[in-house]
């Protein structure tokens, strides 16, 4: 409980979910909780039945806006999921029409049976509105790490979506406005497992003098 209330109060300090910052930068204390709040998230495909609720959604969702992001133009639009027969829904229209998609292992729907999808789109009349997006991902997936709930930034299962004629309806019943793409969606929920970490290639990093 200690560790996910500090965390709470370091998301709220170093995500910007609050107008304004009582100091410049942050402490050295929460800088070590934020990057413990980095290097411990995991992708996470299994979740139990409980739900999130909405105050914390919105909370989640509030850190994830304050992203930054070019010019301010906000170039994204977010679409919440959380009705499970919604879900439900959409899973049967994709495996309709190609029964090769089918849930795995038992899963209830094709976004790893997280209760909670969050559906991003792009403003495809700004070059950059994708790396916008990315980071309004980071944003969303560490608040929610920080509070305990788990998630996977997946993009297999829009590819499925936007394949599958009978899940048309409901990619249109998201109602992302003219010239914004459905680019990714966020599952989440509160952990069934806990995976451990992946290695990084460090190597990838090269400063140049």
């Given amino acids: ?5 500090c965390s709470l109060l370091l998301m709220a300090a170093m995500v910007s979910c609050t107008q304004q910052a009582e100091t410049p930068t942050a402490k050295t204390d929460d800088a070590e909780v934020v990057e413990k709040v980095m290097m411990s998230r995991r992708s996470i495909r299994q979740y139990t039945d409980k739900r999130i609720s909405r105050d914390t959604l ?10 930054p992001n070019g010019q301010n133009r906000q170039a994204y639009e977010i ?5 499970q027969e919604l879900l439900a829904e959409i899973t ?4 309709n029409d190609n029964k090769d998609n089918a849930p795995k292992n038992g899963a209830k729907n094709i976004f790893a049976n997280a209760t909670c999808v969050v559906f991003i789109a792009n403003d495809t009349t700004y070059d950059v509105s994708q ?22 930034c ?9 394949d599958s004629k009978s899940c048309a309806p409901y990619i249109e019943k998201l109602g992302f406005s003219k010239d914004y793409n459905l680019l990714y969606c966020i599952a989440m929920g509160y952990p069934d497992e806990a995976p451990g970490a992946k290695p990084r290639k460090t190597d990838k990093i090269r400063f140049i003098d």
């Fill in 154 to 162: 997946m993009a297999h299962p829009v590819r499925l979506m936007k």
């Fill in 79 to 83: 679409r919440v999921v959380d009705n």
């Fill in 131 to 152: 790396v916008d997006c990315g980071l309004l991902g980071e944003n969303i997936i560490l608040a929610a790490w920080a509070r305990g709930i788990g998630s996977c």
């Fill in 58 to 67: 919105n909370r989640i969702l509030e850190c994830g806006i304050n992203a």
């Fill in 1 to 5: 409980m200690k560790k996910i209330i």
């Fill in 92 to 95: 049967a229209a994709v495996v």
